[in-house]
């Protein structure tokens, strides 16, 4: 089992910052591929970015960052230039296939979710 605590959201201005974080508890952290989703209201949950070869969402790409220290069994995403469009619940995950941690249904274990509001 892996647990996934997420932090950092909040209200922000569009064009703000916030960066969150992920803390992972249990099995052997750099074992797994981590990856951030987000899911507004009424949407499907969608991927976001992935620490394996740092991949990103189109929309993101450029504007988010993520990153991962190991040795804090942590993951963190960066984002810069908010939208009011990338407001949204997010969710930290983590899966043993890296080649599909940006796949909602390969995903084994998620967070509870942080929740991202963007004022225009």
């Known amino acids: 089992q892996v647990q996934l605590v997420e932090s950092g959201g909040g209200l922000v201005q569009a064009g703000g910052s916030l960066r969150l974080s992920c803390a992972a508890s249990?099995?052997?952290?750099?074992?797994?591929?981590m990856g951030w989703f987000r899911q507004a209201p009424g949407k499907e949950r969608e991927f976001v970015a992935a620490?394996?070869?740092?991949a990103y969402a189109a929309s993101v790409k450029g504007r988010f960052t993520i990153s991962r220290d190991n040795a804090k069994n942590t993951v963190y995403l960066q984002m810069n230039s908010l939208k009011p469009e990338d407001a949204a619940v997010y969710y930290c995950?983590?899966?043993?296939?890296?080649?599909?941690?940006?796949?909602?249904?390969?995903?084994?274990?998620w967070g509870q979710g942080t929740q991202v509001t963007v004022s225009s």
């Open positions: 620490s394996i070869n740092t």
């Open positions: 995950a983590a899966t043993t296939n890296p080649a599909s941690v940006n796949i909602v249904t390969a995903i084994d274990y």
């Open positions: 249990g099995r052997t952290f750099s074992n797994y591929a």
